[in-house]
Structures are given as structure tokens and as C-alpha cells.
């Protein structure tokens, strides 16, 4: 089974910290996703990255960047955080089907 | 208009019940057509996965999908209170530059009660 973990189930922190949440797949996925997901908005995408160094603007960058120096590993990063990035952030791989990870739940006071 | 539209519900049934929930779609380059299942708090969890018009069947679920209409659905036979949950379709084009993207629906909420 495809195994995608995300580095934090619950995450608290405060207007302009800078928040790192990772994600790990081991199933050698070439494209990684991180979505944020809010009630009454769905999942919305964020960032993807279809190889190593690559990346591409999802429908919501603003306030976000990524990283992804491994294949396996693919991290979202909030450079100053704000309170309307109070949200469930989730990660996914894809080779053919996409896999989500379990989630952090992000809260900005 | 949303590319991908689903009824948000809330849906409610009794458990036993025959649930169908519904997608419709405005682009018709999309291929590839998913159901996942998401608990509360959880991540979404890959139901059905499909790339041509019919049905496929998986145990209790079945998804359709008509192409000449845009409509996808999942009906879920003999629910269980363990179905209960957010549902989410979601679809995706073939190949090239699209990298597997995913387009998604709202997402219905489902109670089976007992």
C-alpha cells in the first residue's frame, strides 16, 4: 500500500511565524500535491511538483512556497504565517492514482 | 460555474438504505473519474477509480460514469453506519502537462444512521 505521511496532525502557531509542514511518500511517486481544504471551498491546490527541483503554482499560492530536494519528500512552506492560513493542509502522490497523507490541521493565532 | 459540481447535502438515510451521490461536469477533457471517501479529521481515502464510460463494481460501491452527459455516480448498496462520512469526486485529464491534477467536487456528507 502507498504510504504518505505528513510531518504533524495538529500544528499551532502564531501571525508571522514561518511554518514548515513536510510530506513522505515512499512509493517512488514522481508528482507530489499539497492542497488546503476548508469547509464550504473543498480542497483546493496549492503547489505540485512532477520531479526533483520542479515545481508549478496551484490555484492558491499566494503566502505559500515548496521545496522538494528528494523525490520522496515534499514540503509546503508558510513564510510568514497569517490567520487566514488557519486551515487542514493535505498532502498527496500520484504516479497514475493519488494518494492523500493524513492531514495537519494548521491553526494561525 | 464551477468546472465540477456536487450537491453538498447534507445526505441522511437509515441504515440498509441504497445511497446515490452525483457529480456533473463542464469539460468534457476530462478522463479519468475518482470517488474517495474522507472520515472526519482524516485524509481523503481512494474508493473508485475509473477511465471510460459504465459502471464498476467494488463489493458494495458502484461508480458509473456517462461521458455523453457529464455525470458521474457512486451508489452504495446496503449502507452501514460505517459509510458515514464525506464523499468527493474528482477528476483528472489524460496525460501530457496535466501531471495527474485533480479537479474536485465539494464533497457530500453522508449519515448512516442505525
Known amino acids: 500500500d502507498v504510504k504518505v505521511t505528513q510531518s504533524s496532525r495538529y500544528l499551532v502557531k502564531r501571525t508571522g511565524e514561518k511554518v514548515f509542514l513536510e510530506c513522505v511518500q515512499d512509493m517512488d511517486h514522481e508528482n507530489m500535491f499539497w492542497y488546503r481544504q476548508d469547509p464550504g471551498l473543498g480542497l483546493r491546490l496549492i503547489y505540485f511538483?512532477?520531479?526533483?527541483?520542479?515545481?508549478e503554482k496551484g490555484d492558491i499560492p499566494e503566502g505559500y512556497s515548496v521545496s522538494r530536494e528528494k523525490k520522496e519528500r515534499f514540503s509546503l512552506i508558510l513564510e510568514s504565517a497569517s490567520t487566514n492560513q488557519t486551515s487542514m493542509y493535505l498532502c498527496a502522490s500520484s504516479l497514475e492514482k493519488q494518494f492523500f497523507g493524513p492531514g495537519t490541521r494548521l491553526t494561525v493565532l | 460555474q464551477k468546472e465540477v459540481e456536487q450537491d453538498p447535502g447534507p445526505l441522511s438515510v437509515p441504515e440498509g438504505a441504497i445511497v446515490s451521490l452525483n457529480c456533473t461536469y463542464s469539460n468534457s477533457a476530462f478522463q479519468y473519474f475518482m470517488w474517495y471517501r474522507q472520515y472526519s479529521r482524516k485524509g481523503p481515502e481512494l474508493l473508485m477509480y475509473?477511465?471510460?464510460?459504465g459502471n464498476k463494481e467494488d463489493g458494495r460501491f458502484t461508480a458509473q460514469v456517462d461521458k455523453s452527459s457529464k455525470y458521474i455516480s457512486l451508489f452504495i448498496r446496503d449502507s452501514q453506519p460505517s459509510d458515514s462520512a464525506t464523499y468527493l469526486c474528482?477528476?483528472?485529464?489524460?496525460?501530457?502537462?496535466?501531471?495527474?491534477?485533480?479537479?474536485f467536487g465539494q464533497g457530500t456528507i453522508l449519515t448512516v444512521h442505525p
Open positions: 474528482a477528476m483528472s485529464f489524460a496525460g501530457g502537462t496535466s501531471y495527474g491534477k485533480l479537479t
Open positions: 475509473t477511465y471510460s464510460s
Open positions: 511538483s512532477y520531479d526533483v527541483k520542479m515545481k
